[in-house]
């Protein structure tokens, strides 16, 4: 896109005095909010903000170089708490119960002009034990997309009382 004054336009919008105007911005296909004012070094913009993808607002930093290469990395983290997956015998919500502490990384790159997300996180499965009490089991999940419905399936492998695939819906 081209700039009308090149002194002060960027692909974040017009910049006078330190100030971005105006603060909302696209930023590799998503919109992207900024409040504080642009730092200029070595021939680069640097915005911090939030780009707003689907139900996520990744905070992190954006860089505009001289080239008009643009660039974004960011995340955000949250917590689902637990939930029932399984039922009791009386079709009641019951074990096991699982919750996934998340966090949510999305980057722009001069190759990868389309922004691009993924999740990753501790998946946590509490399950009763034979015989009475609970116990609970953590898996390390790895790096997986996520799209702009906040949709992700963890299987971690074996099944835990019956329930192999915990599907959750971030945030």
Known sequence: MPCANPTTDTAFGHLRDG???????????????????????????????????????VGGTAKLETAGKVSFTGSTTGNTGMRPFGKQLNGQPGHPYAGFSWNVSGTVSPTTPTFAASTSGTLSIEVEKVGGGFETKSFSMSSRSIGTDGKVSLV?????????????TLP
């Open 19 to 57: 100030n971005a105007l105006p603060n909302v911005a696209t930023l590799g296909g998503q919109p992207f909010s900024f409040n504080t004012p642009a730092s200029f070094n070595s021939g680069a913009v640097t915005i911090s903000g939030d780009v707003s993808y689907g139900p996520f607002n």
């Open 156 to 168: 971690p492998g074996g099944a835990f009382q019956g329930v192999s695939t915990f599907n959750f």
